[in-house]
């Protein structure tokens, strides 16, 4: 295998407390009651429509919220976008391993694919991918294959030739999908699951144990 497809959140940067602090932030601007880490970390993953879905009705906010808390959540998300997150351990000098070895990389994230180049700048690690491929870039997203396909097109490698590089059973859906293997982080946020309890190829601690 010389292509890649590596999520983002989770598997290569510990965005919690940015979406922690958008959402907080959104929720206050409305007038309803804070979340805390460990609800985001069961909630994120499915995309920020899910994201901000499940926060308003863990709060009891009424649907009819919905799109004002949208529109808060989004320049609230903008503003919180990296600052507080952290690159994991490992994480690029994985991704630089594999670049190394001439291995094809590309970033697919249920993100909003603006948030994740933004993030990807951010922590310096946009260098490594050809392409970056957010929630908003196709007709569906993860668990769904259709993301991993078309990333998969556009490296021109065939998914069963190309590794998924994930943290979360929605990965692992869309690489069997697909016909991709897979490998899942251990230290991710998988809807606070146990990840080793998911359908996968195998298990890392830190993206730099993956051979080339």
């Not at 490594?128 to 993860?142: C, L, Y």
């Not at 230290?187 to 606070?192: A, K, P, V």
């Not at 146990?194 to 195998?202: F, Y």
């Given at each position: 295998?010389k292509a ?5 959140d ?5 965005t ?41 009705a ?64 951010a922590?310096?690690l ?60 251990t ?6 699951e ?9 298990f ?5 144990e993956?051979?080339?």
């Open positions: 295998m890649a497809l590596v999520d983002l989770g598997t290569l940067v510990d919690l407390p940015d979406f922690l602090a958008a959402l907080n932030a959104t929720l206050a601007e409305l007038g309803w009651g804070a979340v805390d880490h460990g609800f985001v970390a069961r909630t994120v993953g499915k995309g920020s429509e899910h994201l901000l879905r499940s926060t308003l863990h709060v009891g906010a009424p649907e009819t919220e919905y799109q004002r808390a949208w529109a808060a959540y989004q320049r609230h998300y903008r503003a919180a976008n990296g600052r507080a997150a952290t690159v994991y351990p490992g994480a690029a000098e994985g991704l630089q391993r594999l670049a190394d070895a001439g291995w094809l990389l590309a970033c697919v994230t249920n993100k909003p694919t603006d948030f994740a180049r933004t993030l990807l700048d922590t310096g946009a260098r490594f991918f050809a392409f970056t491929f957010g929630g908003d870039a196709f007709a569906r997203r993860k668990p769904d294959p259709l993301p991993l396909l078309e990333a998969c097109r556009a490296l021109g490698s065939v998914p069963s030739r190309t590794l998924m590089i994930g943290d979360s059973s929605n990965d692992a859906a869309a690489a069997r999908a697909a016909g991709c293997p897979v490998l899942l982080a230290y991710g946020y998988n809807h606070g146990p990840v080793r309890a998911v359908d996968a190829d195998g890392f601690a830190r993206l730099d993956i051979s080339c």
